[in-house]
């Protein structure tokens, strides 16, 4: 069976759909190695140095079944040509014939095969005033026609999934749920094995973490809010800053008025993306990893602070009590009072510390790529 994985975001895209593309290839790879598998992927203007295209340079040198295609269009371009304008500009044009299309992006395009897609959320459905609004055009229209045309679709969770068949009408037994993993790197560290990137970065002790695209969904003015609030009270400790690990991504001014209004500069660091190999340390040296999103199609930086032993504070909507269960202090995220008092309790209750601590990697383990990748290895052979 010859098999074509959209791999355009693992290639571009540091987080989000970039890793869960990532790390679900790789364990579809490693686990099927027989099946051939031509990873396509748009690749104009893409840097010969991305640590991303080397990556899928040691896959394909690992297996000689996998085979990497690039088409020399930047991805907003390709977006534009097969999307936007619809031309029918068949898949197979650059990757020979094929058997079956996944697409772990949302948007097929045009193919002979198969196909195969994974939705990984609704929220620009759900939360309109998150999305940017050409985006949210485009998914509307583009989403809607893949889920006509797939044999089949995936989503991360039963919320997403109860999402599709509510707000777009899918067939129930068209919808399968295929949860994300988490990686073995992210696990309990040893303090002597954090010591030096603690240095190299420049993190204090102790340090409360976020970590995510810099975009409305994730509800960090709440949070600065609810921050404020206890250094108000006197709660909150001076050498317990907010780290913010990630890029900028739309509509963020929100964020820094609010840092501003507050009066949190002392309180607040933006670092920025934190590099893959960096990221289960600062994981590991947070006090606490908050999570405060409106929505989310799974969460998977809520997974890994748990994997970590980080105690997690995130919120009790969409698909976080799936992922979290009951190891994370979970609170409505439009409730600034609650959010700081699950605030103020782990970070002073050492008790509650100690068992999240002991029991996130207990329920992580829960989330295996081998996992996701079995199930997605049936729904290919089906």
């Excluded at 010859?2 to 490693?30: F, P, S």
């Excluded at 006197?234 to 739309?250: A, D, S, T, Y």
Aim: proline share 9%; with cysteine; aromatic share 8%.
């Amino acid at each position: 069976m010859h098999i074509a994985i959209d791999y355009t975001a693992a290639v571009w895209q540091g987080a989000g759909i970039g890793r869960y593309t990532r790390e679900l290839v790789a364990a579809i790879v490693a686990k099927a190695p027989d099946l051939r598998y031509t990873l396509f992927y748009a690749s104009g203007g893409l840097s010969s140095n991305s640590p991303f295209v080397a990556e899928l340079q040691r896959l394909c040198g690992s297996y000689p079944t996998v085979k990497a295609v690039g088409i020399p269009l930047p991805p907003r371009r390709l977006v534009q040509l097969w999307h936007r304008l619809r031309l029918p500009l068949p898949l197979e044009l650059f990757t020979g014939r094929i058997d079956l299309l996944h697409q772990p992006d949302f948007a097929l395009p045009p193919a002979r095969a198969r196909s195969l897609v994974t939705v990984h959320d609704l929220s620009y459905m759900v939360h309109p005033e998150c999305a940017v609004p050409g985006v949210a055009r485009y998914l509307n229209s583009a989403v809607p026609r893949s889920i006509r045309r797939a044999e089949h679709i995936l989503s991360d969770s039963h919320a997403t999934r109860n999402d599709m068949l509510r707000l777009l009408g899918v067939p129930g037994e068209k919808v399968s749920v295929v949860y994300p993993g988490v990686s073995p790197r992210f696990r309990p560290l040893a303090p002597e094995a954090t010591a030096d990137a603690r240095r190299r970065l420049g993190l204090p002790e102790r340090l409360l973490l976020f970590v995510g695209t810099l975009e409305p969904r994730k509800n960090l003015p709440g949070l600065i809010e609810a921050l404020a609030m206890l250094r108000d009270r006197g709660r909150l400790p001076e050498e317990m800053p907010l780290i913010i690990g990630g890029k900028r991504g739309w509509m963020y001014q929100p964020i820094f008025d609010a840092i501003s209004r507050h009066r949190m500069e002392p309180h607040v660091r933006l670092i920025d993306y934190i590099d893959d190999a960096d990221l289960p340390i600062v994981y590991n040296l947070a006090w606490a990893f908050v999570y405060p999103s409106i929505y989310e199609g799974f969460g998977l930086p809520a997974l890994e602070a748990l994997a970590c032993g980080t105690p997690v504070v995130t919120a009790d909507n969409s698909s976080l009590p799936e992922v979290v269960g009951d190891i994370a202090l979970r609170v409505p995220a439009d409730d600034v009072a609650a959010l700081a008092a699950a605030l103020e309790q782990v970070i002073g209750d050492e008790a509650l510390r100690a068992r999240l601590r002991a029991e996130g990697p207990q329920r992580a383990a829960l989330f295996t790529w081998e996992q996701a990748a079995e199930h997605v290895l049936a729904h290919y052979r089906h």
